[in-house]
């Protein structure tokens, strides 16, 4: 499921391509803002998830390409609220974000420039947090005018490792009341 | 009278003779599986005074891809930029090699050019991880202008050997790179027919890529043309002291 907000109808928000899996929030999503100042969009993206009753940890992943398409540069920032660019969700309470306040990525005249890649990797779910419902990942940045950017994202949620050493053993005990039936 | 007929002569000694309107925008696909597509989008006015902007998406056996570019008026502009954003998904069980190639009309004028570009990008890697490259041997990213139905190469971009991978289920960056800077400041042949960037690389199976793009010309008036707008400045001064 994806929703978007953005400023006035004039910005085009171009959807690239995502995926999204059982657990898996993944893909890629073009902004160009046509308008004459800069604008502040919010985009959502949302996946079923179907955790373990315990034991999960999250993945994930932003990165970003900017372009200046009109000869004056191009900046990417925090909205005005200084929201963190990058927000994991899970039925919609953020349990982990990235590129949080005062980030900012700028390119010159007509340039072209990729970020460095944020990431996080087997962060335990937060306690209280179930891991059934939705996953999903916001996107809150503001862009300036005339210019394009291009996101792509990850997450997941998956069993993390004392999760899958007790679903061995499980899977053990039970190859072995079979064996003795 | 004989102002506005010397005005009428160098202009059209500075622009040429191509026909004014909206850029005709060409793209096509190519994948190694065999897939191949290709669209003509038509533009809408967008960005900046000048500006078109074109949207297409084009799926072929093997692939699915997004364009949405911008490219420039030069019957009204001295200044053509040819750029924005293509996203291609390998949707095969392999990797593939794709040829990209996106196009715009220009209005030929000027003796010579300025030119200038960049490009970057984003990989998205599937569940195996990412995978995008040069291939055989060839730059990923070549500008070019076309004149006389031939296309004369001006400059190379994320030159081979390179690759970037992403591991599994995660993002990387392709860094970016550029030329003319600041562009567009780089010499180059007269604006012809068209203007192009041409793109070849390997990517993943499952993976997904998002460049971003700009490439920029600056028509340089011919000496004649200037040399004409001389005279009609000296012509003027003659008139006023008179």
Same mark, same amino acid.
């Given at each position: ?11 085009? +928000?171009?959807?690239?391509? $995502?995926?999204?899996?059982?657990? +898996? ?41 900017? #372009? ?17 660019? $990058?927000?994991? #969700?899970?039925?919609?309470?953020? +349990? ?77 005990? #039970? ?7 | ?25 060409? =793209? ?115 500008? $070019? ?51 192009? =960037? ?21 028509? =340089? ?22």
């Amino acid at each position: 499921m994806v929703s978007i907000h953005w400023s006035i109808a004039c910005v085009a +928000v171009l959807g690239t391509g $995502y995926s999204a899996s059982a657990g +898996v929030v993944s893909g890629s999503q073009t902004f160009y803002n046509m308008s004459s100042s800069s604008r502040t969009y919010t985009y959502y993206q949302y996946a079923p998830v179907s955790g373990d009753s315990g034991g999960n940890v999250m993945n994930g992943s932003v990165t970003t390409t900017l #372009t200046d398409l009109n000869g004056n540069g191009a900046t990417l920032s925090t909205d005005p609220a200084g929201d963190a660019i $990058y927000t994991a #969700t899970i039925n919609n309470v953020a +349990v982990q974000t990235l590129w949080n306040s005062q980030f900012g990525f700028t390119v010159g005249q007509f340039l072209s420039g990729a970020t460095v890649p944020a990431s996080f990797a087997n962060v335990p779910l937060p306690s209280g947090v179930p891991a059934d419902g939705n996953a999903g990942v916001v996107l809150r940045f503001t862009l300036s005018a005339g210019d394009a950017v291009s996101f792509a994202y990850t997450f997941n949620v998956v069993p993390g490792p004392g999760a899958l050493a007790l679903l061995a053993c499980a899977g053990c005990a #039970t190859n072995g009341r079979r064996r003795k039936g | 009278m004989k102002f506005c007929l010397s005005s009428i002569l160098a202009v059209t000694a500075l622009t040429g003779s191509a026909i004014a309107g909206i850029p005709v925008v060409q =793209i096509s696909v190519a994948g190694s599986s065999g897939g191949s597509a290709s669209a003509a989008p038509v533009g809408s006015p967008g960005g900046d005074p000048f500006q078109y902007s074109y949207n297409s998406t084009l799926a072929g056996a093997g692939f699915l891809s997004n364009f949405t570019l911008t490219a420039t008026d030069t019957t009204s502009s001295d200044r053509a930029i040819l750029g924005g954003f293509i996203t291609l998904i390998n949707a095969s069980a392999s990797v593939q090699t794709f040829t990209v190639d996106i196009s715009a009309s220009t209005f030929a004028h000027g003796s010579s050019s300025l030119s200038g570009g960049s490009v970057s990008g984003v990989l998205t890697g599937n569940s195996g991880g990412g995978l995008f490259a040069s291939a055989n041997s060839k730059s990923i990213w070549t500008a $070019y202008i076309r004149a006389s139905a031939i296309n004369n190469n001006i400059a190379s971009l994320l030159n081979a050997p390179f690759q970037v991978t992403s591991a599994a289920d995660n993002v990387a960056s392709i860094p970016g790179e550029a030329f003319g800077q600041p562009i567009p400041t780089q010499p180059a042949i007269a604006m012809g027919d068209a203007m192009g =960037i041409h793109l070849v690389f390997q990517l993943g199976a499952g993976d997904q890529v998002d460049l971003t793009t700009a490439f920029v010309l600056e028509a =340089i008036p011919a000496p004649s043309a200037v040399a004409a707008f001389a005279l009609i400045g000296l012509g003027q001064r003659r008139r006023r002291r008179e």
